[in-house]
């Protein structure tokens, strides 16, 4: 239990997929617009990542056990396509107004690399299912905060701050992204995975 927690934790802050590993950047850039975008694509990403380690885990064992390895990222791709197209058709008939708030978006989550990168991680690090269920579901939540974070930073900023034309827009948020992963970064040794 206590690696679990460990695991969870580092995933959320030192080992922070988005402002650690550089993941995501361009749905994180493109709908951190603002703060109900962000949590909208940001809870999209903890449900497709989350569903996906859960999926491909025992898929790789599969894949183990009859010694075709090889096929794991194309196995893996699969499945991501898949739950973002079953993801995108509930939020099309649920949630209309934040489908379309994603517009082209929403499908990229399907080549979004956080959501490869988690399945892939978790056969590199040789996870159980328990440690990449969490890991899974602590490395979507990091990049959430993440997203959450910058979207709530631009909008204070275009209320409260002249931020020079050269850097309006994505010039700021790439600052603000720079200065975020130094914080994150200077979590190191808090946890390990």
């Not at 991680?121 to 269920?133: G, H, K, L």
């Not at 910058?150 to 020079?164: F, N, Q």
């Not at 850097?167 to 790439?174: N, R, T």
Request: aromatic content about 10%; hydrophobic content about 55%.
């Amino acid at each position: 239990m206590e690696r679990l927690i460990e695991i969870f934790v580092a995933t959320i802050l030192n080992h922070n997929i988005a402002l650690v590993y550089i993941l995501g950047m361009c749905p994180l850039i493109a709908i951190s617009t603002s703060v109900k975008n962000a949590k909208g694509m940001g809870i999209a990403v903890v449900i497709v990542v989350t569903l996906t380690g859960i999926i491909n885990y025992p898929i790789y064992q599969l894949l183990k056990q009859t010694e075709t390895t090889s096929l794991a990222l194309l196995v893996f791709i699969i499945t991501i396509a898949a739950t973002v197209q079953i993801l995108e058709l509930l939020m099309e008939k649920f949630v209309p107004k934040l489908y379309n708030a994603f517009g082209i978006f929403l499908p990229l989550i399907t080549v979004n690399c956080v959501v490869l990168a988690v399945s892939l991680f978790f056969v590199n690090r040789e996870y159980s299912f328990s440690e990449t269920a969490v890991f899974s579901f602590g490395s979507s939540l990091g990049w959430m905060l993440a997203i959450v974070l910058i979207a709530g930073l631009r909008e204070k900023m275009a209320k409260h701050s002249d931020v020079p034309k050269g850097l309006k827009g994505k010039g700021i948020v790439f600052v603000l992204l720079g200065i975020l992963a130094l914080a994150f970064i200077g979590l190191t040794g808090l946890a390990s995975i």
